[in-house]
């Protein structure tokens, strides 16, 4: 797939890179990144991680962990990039303990620049599979690295993933990081993903930076209460369980505004 470039080959003045199409506004979403699964009813957009297939005649988004290594594919970045891997001053891996998670070391061009060949090829996959838009995850992860990264350098990093995407006809989703909505929508991605906007009342920030173009992801049923009750009739709001298991799992949990 390809998409058509403005004659400066940077984003139109909203943002979103002209051709490439973000996912409709205030559509039923469905979260799969754990497991896929046929969606609910009435279900017009899903993100599914990158090894999965994408759903026929849906808007799919197409989740990349851009910042972080998978739990699964910790030793093969062990084994072949370990100078990628962030480390602290005793040289030791920075770990997102929340999710056991190893950092990405983005505090370099030349880091950034070996760590987007390997993410763009990730997106073209997605792209070749058939997928409407990318979601790269933990453009926060800065907050979890005990000062060894910047805000900064994330969007830095994020500019050379977003280029690639939108070479690839792909739209892009900024993920979380609420605290640099506004820049994110410069450096040029399409639309918002945000987990748990309404519990930590951070859905404003996006809206002020992507209007409409937000897709709210609540983990408890007061938090898509508040989604659904102060923003259910603008953006795509869902409740899904944490570890976003299937059907038939004890935790599933799927509900929508």
């Not at 950092?103 to 760590?115: C, E, F, V, Y």
Request: charged share 20%; hydrophobic share 35%.
């Amino acid at each position: 797939m390809s998409g058509t470039r403005s004659a400066s080959g940077s984003p139109t003045a909203t943002g979103t890179q002209k051709g490439v199409q973000p996912p409709p506004p205030h559509a039923r979403f469905d979260y799969q990144i754990g497991q896929p699964y046929p969606p609910p009813a009435g279900v017009r957009v899903v993100t599914r991680d990158r090894s999965a297939a994408p759903v026929p005649a849906l808007y799919n988004v197409c989740y990349v962990n851009a910042y972080q290594t998978q739990p699964e594919e910790t030793d093969w970045w062990l084994g072949h990039h370990p100078d990628l891997l962030l480390t602290d001053v005793d040289g030791r891996n920075v770990r997102d303990p929340n999710w056991n998670e190893l950092l990405l070391d983005i505090s370099t061009p030349g880091k950034r620049a070996a760590l987007a060949d390997i993410v763009n090829r990730w997106i073209d996959g997605c792209a070749h599979s058939g997928f409407n838009a990318v979601e790269p995850d933990n453009l926060d992860s800065w907050t979890r690295s005990a000062g060894l990264l910047t805000a900064a350098e994330a969007l830095t990093f994020a500019k050379l993933i977003i280029a690639h995407a939108h070479t690839d006809g792909l739209a892009i989703a900024q993920k979380n990081g609420a605290e640099i909505a506004d820049q994110g929508r410069s450096a040029g991605f399409d639309f918002a993903v945000a987990e748990q906007c309404a519990d930590y009342a951070e859905c404003q920030s996006y809206t002020a930076a992507y209007g409409n173009e937000v897709i709210v992801i609540e983990y408890s049923t007061s938090g898509l209460a508040t989604a659904c009750a102060e923003w259910g009739k603008m953006l795509s709001v869902v409740r899904r369980d944490l570890n976003v298991t299937a059907p038939g799992s004890a935790d599933y949990a799927y509900q929508a505004c």
